[in-house]
């Protein structure tokens, strides 16, 4: 971490709030002793005082609470596998592609063993065995680690959702796009394990607009809608608008134009000689590409003539919408952390963001922590 740290010093440039920034940073990093346990420091110092509860999910109390759960899951093993297939199946029929795999005898449980994770698939003789089936465990082999060493035991995909719900009241999950689809094949599953499926509540998408990224848009009449799903269609018009002698239109008429008269003395040219029809149909051709070079030239000199401006485009999308991704897909939060300290972050938290209304009470949020 302090190798990553000192990186990130020289990426960021000089301001204000560098120093504190880095700062917390390392000091958070001699605290810690594992990644989950730097992630979670993260997470609480940046939204702790909004009301956060952290779980690790690997913590070996919280396992031992998931023992009678992971029993319930071994116990029912086959059951939930034919219901997830059900729910893959019911997603294919309405035109969706399944979001994540669900394996041909999936257990869709891990196991600790002799110091690996591995992933559990059904065996024939009722009991489980890995990928390759090079290490065999009985049934109840499976369900006395489970009463006794459930630590043993984690979740994959499919089954953390209902661990989760034996864990806590959930009344909603949060979650993003790519997780509600998973979520979709789980459905089924939740029934076979006589549990009630939360609300999926689709996870708020904040897209940060810098000052000057917004003097820009402004300068060029664009939205944020324009930005995210036509900003090349903006662009051109936008080009096509600076070209005040009408080049491209003109250039269209002069082919069309000179199409139309060519055209007409090539075509009896055959009566003369049949080899003149065809390198008169060449000659057309060829002065039409002449045509078309000469309009390209003068497309990309106007290009040139306005590049500060196509810049500036560029500049939009790259920062609003980079490589044709949301801004967390792309994006450290630390280039903006460094730029205008956390208080844009709390500021955007305490707003109301639907009715105009604060919500009362204090919102508490789980983040579920798997690493």
């Known amino acids: 971490m302090g190798e990553a740290i000192a990186r990130l010093d020289q990426s960021l440039i000089p301001t204000e709030f560098k120093g504190e920034l880095l700062e917390s940073l390392q000091s958070m990093a001699q605290r810690s002793s594992t990644l989950v346990d730097m992630f979670a420091q993260i997470l609480a110092g940046l939204f702790g005082r909004h009301g956060l509860v952290l779980m690790d999910s690997d913590d070996p109390e919280l396992r031992k609470l998931e023992g009678p759960m992971f029993q319930a899951l071994l116990e029912r093993n086959e ?35 002799d110091g690996e994770r591995i992933l559990l698939y059904q065996a024939e003789d009722g009991g489980y065995t890995d990928r390759k089936g090079e290490r065999r465990y009985s049934k109840q082999q499976m369900l006395d680690w489970a009463h006794t060493s459930p630590e043993r035991f984690s979740n994959n995909v499919m089954t953390r959702p209902m661990m989760q719900d034996f864990l806590f009241p959930v009344l909603g999950a949060v979650l993003g796009s790519s997780e509600i689809a998973y979520w979709g094949l789980t459905r089924d599953a939740f029934h076979a394990m006589g549990m009630t499926m939360p609300i999926l509540i689709p996870r708020t998408g ?33 080009l096509d608008e600076q070209d005040r002698l009408q080049l491209s239109g003109r250039f269209g008429e002069i082919k069309t134009e000179f199409r139309r008269r060519y055209e007409p003395l090539v075509e009896p040219l055959a009566e003369v000689n049949p080899g003149l029809k065809k390198l008169g149909e060449t000659n057309l051709s060829k002065i039409l590409e ?4 000469l309009e390209h030239k003068t497309e990309d000199a106007v290009r040139s003539q306005h590049e500060a401006g196509l810049r500036q485009f560029q500049r939009i999308g790259m920062s609003l919408f980079p490589d044709g991704k949301p801004q967390e897909r792309v ?41």
Not at 290 to 293: A, L, N, S, Y
Not at 338 to 352: C, D, I, P, Q
């Open 79 to 113: 059951e939930i596998a034919r219901a997830l297939h059900s729910g893959k199946a019911k997603l294919e029929a309405l035109g969706y592609r399944p979001q994540a795999e669900v394996a041909e005898r999936g257990a869709n449980l891990f196991v600790f063993d």
């Open 206 to 238: 904040f897209t940060l607009v810098e000052g000057t990224v917004q003097k820009n848009m402004n300068k060029y009449g664009l939205s944020l809608e324009d930005v995210l799903f036509r900003l090349e269609e903006k662009q051109h018009a936008w």
């Open 290 to 293: 002449q045509i078309e070079f």
């Open 331 to 371: 994006f450290n939060i630390y280039a903006y952390l460094n730029r205008y300290g956390t208080g844009f972050l709390n500021e955007s938290l305490e707003r109301a963001l639907c009715d105009g209304r604060k919500p009362s009470g204090m919102l508490y949020v789980i983040v579920w922590i798997a690493f």
